[in-house]
């Protein structure tokens, strides 16, 4: 098996999916946040992403984002699924392939119950029969982050594409990088993205760009150019603004409240994420307003 090529890297945005009232896909409100990323420095976009709320959706509902995101977008789309057996992985993969994603990132099955080094291989090479598309692991779940040695197998029998670490994997992505494997390394950490790239990461995968994309890009951008003093700059401030957004319980409603404040109306999180924002709403917008970030 050969290795797959990445159709992008650099800043890639993990669209947050806008939702009505009652929960459902707004799809015209997609459209513009579709639109608006397409027209920024971001690299590209991702469908599926960490504060997207599209774990356990089906095939369909997949396929029926990455058609009207891929359909609509400017840039390269990749899609993130996060699976609970090689069944489901099986079926996402080809909905999200066959709704025009460019890549897959799959996250390992499942979080309670881990599966062992044979059993990750046979799904991705699985998987591998299944679409043309490359494949990235997510390693990217708190509480159960794949180990570098795992990581290096996959990429030794050639099985996935690249890699994605996020979670609490600040040390997991210092040694995976020291390792210098054949393949791209996205950081999802967000107030580690600088660090990253420093260290060798060949982008971001970021829920934090689809809200101040300029800012992420320009980061990447400073970097790329060897500006580190503005990269820093850039890098603080962002970290700065993700110190308000980022909760345990509340994260998703005060990512929300920020594109709002940006006057992005995205919607409230699906319930049970839906919490009263009035404890916070007043906290996520003077710290976007400190940082000029109010549109």
Known sequence: METRSMPVQGVIA????????????????????????????????????FMSET??????????????VSGQAKK??????????????????????????????????HYLCQPSLKGLVGMFAALREE????????????????????????????????????????????????????????????????????MGAQGVISDLAAIFPGE?????????????????????RLVRLWRALEHPSEQRARVRSALITRGRNVGRPRSPYNVDEAGFIAEVRSALEREGSVS
């Open 14 to 49: 993990g669209i947050i999916t806008p939702f009505t009232a009652k929960g459902s896909v707004a799809w015209e409100q997609l459209q513009a946040e579709t639109e608006l990323l397409s027209r920024s420095l971001v690299d590209g976009l991702c469908v599926g992403s």
């Open 55 to 68: 774990e356990g959706a089906t095939p369909d509902e997949m396929f029926r984002l990455c058609k009207a």
């Open 76 to 109: 390269p789309a990749v899609a993130m699924i996060s699976p609970d057996s090689q069944q489901e992985a099986s079926e996402l993969v080809q909905a999200v392939d066959t709704g025009g994603a460019k890549a897959v990132i799959v996250a390992q099955p």
């Open 131 to 198: 679409t043309r598309l490359p494949l990235v692991l997510s390693n990217c779940q708190r509480t159960a982050m794949i180990t570098v040695e795992i990581m290096r197998h996959l990429v030794k029998e050639k099985v996935i594409d690249g890699i994605l670490v996020g979670g609490d994997g600040a040390h997991v992505m210092v040694d995976l990088l020291c390792l210098h494997l054949d393949v791209p390394v996205f950081s999802g950490i967000e107030d580690l993205h600088y660090v990253g790239l420093l």
């Open 216 to 236: 992420v890009a320009a980061m990447y951008r400073a970097h790329c150019d060897g500006k580190h003093d503005d990269a820093r700059s850039h890098h603080e």
